[in-house]
């Protein structure tokens, strides 16, 4: 099984809302990340976890929380976000230890109005 | 052609003929080279991967080569096919952590 699941596949929410993605693999990958990727552009990284814990945040804003309650799940907490952050949001999973190729997810496509 | 501009690069090749798909890269201390294929509404999907102790490898169809000295990867893709049609990245990996950068991307349209 070389899958990893994505939910939900589309989410359209104010800029007042909470709302939370979520990512799931099994695989028994120990690195999960999160992504973002606009229009027409490559997907740009937000937050690694490696063994459950957090090891890069690249300076993403406070409204994106994530979190990894799991070796097989992923989510990101949303909160207070801007018409700017609409965005395909990606999941993906490798191994930890080893350079590795990443399975990535079908994506949550994220509106804010 | 090729052609590069406000737009994401398209390269469109004939059905049956090979595509070549460039890429450069901006870090010499990168260790380990990945090429993904993104239809539309989908995630990256894995094509190949190369380390930097290596200067070719190929896959079924699919051959890619590393040029460490100029920082530039390519990906090959022999007797082109209308499923072939995607946006393809290459992505390196930096030599700490598990950071991968993805390159600016190149649509490959396919002829019939």
Known sequence: DTEVTQTPKHLVMGMTNKKSLKCEQHMGHRAMYW?????????ELMFVYSYEKLSINESVPSRFSP????????????????????ALYLCASSQASLPDTQYFGPGTRLTVL | ?????????????????????????????????????????KGPQFIIDIRSNMDKRQGQRVTVLLNKTVKHLSLQIAA?????S????????????????????TRLSVLP
């Open chain 1, 35 to 43: 992504y973002k990727q606009k229009a027409k552009k490559p997907p």
């Open chain 1, 67 to 86: 979190e990894c309650p799991n070796s097989s799940l992923l989510n990101l907490h949303l909160h207070a976000l801007q018409p700017e952050d609409s």
């Open chain 2, 86 to 105: 995607a946006v393809y990245f290459c992505a390196e990996k930096r030599n700490y952590g598990q950071n991968f950068v993805f390159g600016p991307g």
């Open chain 2, 80 to 84: 082109t096919q209308p499923g072939d």
């Open chain 2, 1 to 41: 052609g090729e052609s590069v501009g406000l737009h994401l690069p398209t390269l469109s090749v004939q059905e049956g003929d090979n595509s070549i798909i460039n890429c450069a890269y901006s870090n010499s201390a990168s260790d380990y080279f990945i090429w993904y294929k993104q239809e539309s509404g």
